[in-house]
């Protein structure tokens, strides 16, 4: 029992670590250090108190719903008497504040799972320091605002199941707050339009299982997720005569970009010796879609908040790429164990089995998305693991749940939570200490602020 509670105490202190590492980059972050002008929208929705027409700024096409909160939060801050300076950093507050709420539903899932408390420490050092996050949490951007509302379908589609598992009545309670987050999502970022995914999967399950439930109430509330899932993009259609418009469909600013055509982007090389050679973007690696995503996911690629001038970034660079090889390793030999397991275990199939593998095809489905969107536009700007973040973290869930029969070394175990733990440390604290000197000699502009 002593032992249960000493590792429950080390599981929290993780989380709280995580807090920590995200504070600390918003601290030292200034608001107007992200890839791309989210400000410049946030101040039109805030001056005019309307949605913008999609070609009017870069930004511009993206669903509002993380605009209106922003301006939302801008206009409050400023009323009163307070600086905007300061409003702009409350507006910077949203994003760190959802990825504290990310940490807290992930803690609790790895705490619904029946693991080990020792895995679920584990689980919980790739979480908080996983950089991709860090850096996505600490900018201002519509982009996290999916990522919360992806962790928290997830969360609300595995109470659903609850409820199928237990052959009782589906919670209208669950069932609503699922829809709730899937609008959400859908709102927040084009392809959030993936979550609905889960809600369809309840639906369908429960017209299988003919459930003795009010269908007509469940019917009116996934008819009306629908509708407000696609209305914004039903709105940008009247504007523009195109369907999950882009901003490139009005501006050439990226045309400039390498590699510039479709049959110059490599999209099965893995480029880690040149990553290693220099662990920043270059002409070597930006080609590359698979070096990008998994460069943009384990370090500051495009530097923002490192520069390849300062030696040690260098050094954090190439250290952040030995433990993503280090994470991959992991994920891919303890998949293929599982996979062996069950083959052994003559796996049973059953409804209630399948639908753990919907958040897996889920968490597929965004990281298929900057592949999809290099398709349409070859240039390394859409090769962001920004896009690929929901996904990624629902399959760190995912995982966990699934390897929860697979032994392994408590040693191994220690030795990878520790590394975690102390690279995401370096990580925060290089940054910590180099972003005033990084700003003088950033790879894209520090946006104006207004």
């Known amino acids: 029992m002593q032992k249960r509670s000493f590792k429950r105490v080390i599981l929290i ?3 709280v670590l995580g807090v ?5 980059l918003f601290y030292v972050n200034p608001p107007n250090n992200s890839f791309d002008d989210h400000i410049e929208v946030v101040n039109i929705y805030a001056n005019t108190l309307k949605q913008p027409s999609p070609s009017q700024c870069w930004e511009c096409y993206q669903p509002p719903i993380y605009y209106v ?5 801008f206009k409050a801050i400023t009323a009163m008497n307070l600086s905007s300076l300061i409003a702009w950093k409350f507006v910077q507050f949203i994003n760190p504040f959802l990825s504290i709420l990310v940490l807290i539903f992930y803690y609790k899932l790895l705490l619904r799972f029946n693991i080990s408390e020792i895995k679920r420490i584990l689980y919980m050092s790739f979480i ?3 950089p991709i996050d860090l850096f996505t949490a600490s900018m201002i951007g519509n982009d996290y605002l999916l990522v919360f509302a992806a ?3 997830f969360f609300y589609f595995l109470k659903n199941i609850d409820d199928i598992k237990n052959e009782t009545k589906i919670s209208f309670k669950n069932f609503i707050l699922l829809s709730f987050f899937v609008v959400i999502g859908a709102l927040s970022k084009q ?4 979550l609905l995914t889960f809600p369809t999967i309840i639906i369908l399950v429960l017209f299988v299982q003919k459930a003795k439930i009010s269908s007509y109430k469940i019917s009116l509330i996934y008819i009306s997720l629908i509708i407000l899932s696609f209305s914004n993009e039903f709105w940008k259609y009247e504007q523009t005569g195109k369907f999950l418009v882009s901003n490139q469909d009005f501006y050439d600013y990226a045309e400039g970009q390498f590699p510039g055509s479709l049959d110059k982007v490599e999209f099965t090389s893995f480029r880690i010796y040149s990553l290693f050679q220099n662990p920043f973007i270059s002409n070597q690696t930006s080609a590359s879609l698979p070096t990008e995503i998994f460069a943009r996911t384990f370090f500051d690629y495009e530097w923002r908040f490192l520069s390849p001038k300062i030696p040690v970034a260098n050094i954090v660079g190439r250290i952040a790429y030995i433990l993503g090889i280090f994470w991959i390793l992991y994920f891919l030999s303890t998949f293929f164990l ?3 397991q069950r083959k052994q275990l003559k796996f049973q199939i059953n409804m209630h089995n399948l639908l753990f593998y919907i958040p897996i095809i889920v968490g597929i489905l965004f990281i298929a998305v900057p592949f999809l969107q290099t398709l349409r536009y070859p240039y390394f700007s859409s090769m962001k693991s920004t896009f690929a ?3 990624i973290i629902i399959l760190l869930i995912s995982h966990a749940f699934f390897i929860r029969r697979i032994k392994l070394s408590n040693t191994l175990i220690i030795i990878l939570s520790f590394l975690n733990i102390s690279f995401g440390i370096l990580l925060v604290y290089s940054i910590y200490s180099f972003l005033p000197i990084t700003i003088n000699h950033l790879s894209g502009p520090l946006w104006p602020i207004p």
């Open 389 to 391: 973040l929901p996904g």
């Open 69 to 73: 909160l922003s301006a939302a939060t």
């Open 191 to 194: 392809h959030g339009l993936i």
């Open 13 to 15: 202190s993780i989380l």
């Open 128 to 130: 908080a320091v996983l």
């Open 338 to 340: 599982t996979l062996w």
């Open 151 to 153: 962790v928290a379908s």
């Open 20 to 24: 920590i590492l995200r504070l600390s």
